[in-house]
Structures are given as structure tokens and as C-alpha cells.
């Protein structure tokens, strides 16, 4: 069992890190501004599904070996980079009357459910983060590391709903304001488009 004092400052330093500029959270500001508030939570779903992932990972050591690892370490960014250029290509080829306010984003909830974990689930500087980061709040002499693990994560995820939940209300905002126009709707896609081409090769230059 963790200390309260322990928990506190785990909570603290989860939030100030899920607010910090990041690739997630830009991720989520982006789907959000382009298809609203429902798109933006669904992907905060899935990008916190791949958390649960870099979790189990840290918790029994398999991060362990993707720091150590370069090859694994390259195929797993380069993977997930190319998926990026994937969804930069998308939004460049968007038309504009494909993006309007609620549901009709033309992106069903399991594909935007699904873009979230694949940008979680590829970046494996997560993992080296998480191995980094929880074990710091861990002690042995509380039981199990590994359920103390497994419990971090659990409460890194629960910040970062919470957090990335009210990006996403605030992005939806611009949804609005965007989607009045096409010339609005093209600039926001080509905004996007420009982020994911960034976001891709920051992860493909990434190193261990």
C-alpha cells in the first residue's frame, strides 16, 4: 500500500506532466478541434487503452527491454511514425464538407477509439518514460512493486481522462468556429496535417 504522502505527489507530478506539450495531448487537441468533442474524448480513451499497455509492459519488465533493445526501440517508433504520415495524408486529402460539427466526422467511434491506442501503443518513449517515472514512487518495503506498479499506472491514467478530457472540451470549441466555412474547415486540415507530419518525425528521430 502507498503512502498518502506518496500518492499526493505522484498525483501532483501526473498532472503538471499530462499538461505539459506532448504529442497526446496535441493529438487530442488536434481530432478535437477537427470533429469536435466526441471525437477528442474517444481518442483520449484509446491513448489511455495504450497506457494501460506501457503499464502492464513497465510492471513486468518488457519496457525494460525496448530501452535496452535498439532494434526494437526503432521498429516500434518508425511504426508508429509511419501511421502518423498515414493520418497527415488523410487530412491533407480531407474535403472540407467531410468536417462538421457532432457526428458526422465520418470517422465511426471504434476508428477514432483506435487512433488513439495506435499513437499511444507505437510511441515507445512512453514506456521508457513510464519506466522511468513510476518505479520512482514505488517502495518495496509496502508490498509488491509490481501491484504498486500496476497501480500507478492505473492512477496516471485516471489524471490523464481528467486532464485531456478538459483539452478536449476546450478544443471543441474551435470546432464550431471553424466548420462555419469550408475556407475554415480546409485551414484547420491542413493545421492538422501539418501537426502529424511533425508529430511523425519527432517520433521516427527519437532516441533511446
Same mark, same amino acid.
Given at each position: 500500500?502507498?503512502?498518502?504522502e506518496?500518492?499526493?505527489?505522484?498525483?501532483?507530478?501526473?498532472?503538471?506532466?499530462?499538461?505539459?506539450?506532448?504529442?497526446?495531448?496535441l +493529438?487530442? /487537441?488536434?481530432?478535437?478541434?477537427?470533429s469536435?468533442?466526441r =471525437?477528442?474524448?474517444? @481518442? $483520449?480513451?484509446? &491513448?489511455?487503452?495504450?497506457?494501460?499497455?506501457?503499464?502492464?509492459?513497465?510492471?513486468v519488465?518488457?519496457?525494460a527491454?525496448?530501452?535496452?533493445?535498439?532494434?526494437?526501440?526503432?521498429?516500434?517508433?518508425?511504426?508508429?511514425?509511419?501511421?502518423?504520415v498515414?493520418l497527415?495524408?488523410?487530412?491533407?486529402?480531407a474535403?472540407?464538407?467531410?468536417?462538421v460539427?457532432?457526428?458526422?466526422?465520418?470517422?465511426?467511434?471504434?476508428?477514432?477509439?483506435?487512433?488513439?491506442?495506435?499513437?499511444?501503443?507505437?510511441?515507445?518513449?512512453?514506456?521508457? +518514460?513510464? /519506466?522511468?517515472?513510476?518505479?520512482q514512487?514505488?517502495d518495496? =518495503?509496502?508490498?509488491s @512493486? $509490481?501491484?504498486? &506498479?500496476?497501480?500507478?499506472?492505473g492512477l496516471?491514467?485516471?489524471?490523464?481522462?481528467?486532464?485531456?478530457g478538459?483539452?478536449?472540451?476546450?478544443?471543441s470549441?474551435l470546432?464550431?468556429?471553424?466548420?462555419?466555412s469550408?475556407?475554415g474547415?480546409?485551414?484547420?486540415?491542413?493545421?492538422?496535417?501539418a501537426?502529424?507530419?511533425?508529430?511523425?518525425?519527432?517520433?521516427a528521430?527519437?532516441?533511446?
Open positions: 500500500m502507498l503512502s498518502f506518496s500518492l499526493l505527489a505522484f498525483v501532483v507530478a501526473s498532472v503538471f506532466l499530462a499538461l505539459a506539450p506532448g504529442p497526446d495531448n +493529438f487530442v /487537441l488536434t481530432q478535437s478541434a477537427l469536435g468533442l =471525437a477528442g474524448l474517444l @481518442v $483520449t480513451v484509446g &491513448l489511455c487503452t495504450g497506457l494501460i499497455v506501457h503499464t502492464f509492459a513497465v510492471a519488465g518488457v519496457a527491454l525496448i530501452s535496452t533493445s535498439t532494434w526494437a526501440f526503432s521498429l516500434l517508433k518508425f511504426v508508429g511514425a509511419g501511421y502518423l498515414y497527415a495524408w488523410l487530412s491533407f486529402r474535403k472540407p464538407d467531410a468536417v460539427v457532432g457526428e458526422k466526422t465520418g470517422l465511426s467511434g471504434a476508428k477514432l477509439y483506435r487512433r488513439g491506442i495506435i499513437m499511444n501503443v507505437t510511441n515507445p518513449k512512453v514506456s521508457i +518514460f513510464f /519506466l522511468a517515472f513510476l518505479p514512487f514505488a518495496p =518495503a509496502r508490498g @512493486v $509490481t501491484l504498486q &506498479l500496476i497501480a500507478l499506472g496516471f491514467i485516471l489524471v490523464t481522462l481528467v486532464v485531456f478538459g483539452v478536449a472540451a476546450l478544443a470549441k470546432n464550431a468556429w471553424f466548420t462555419q469550408r475556407r474547415q480546409q485551414i484547420l486540415n491542413r493545421i492538422a496535417g501537426v502529424f507530419v511533425g508529430l511523425a518525425v519527432k517520433l528521430t527519437a532516441r533511446l
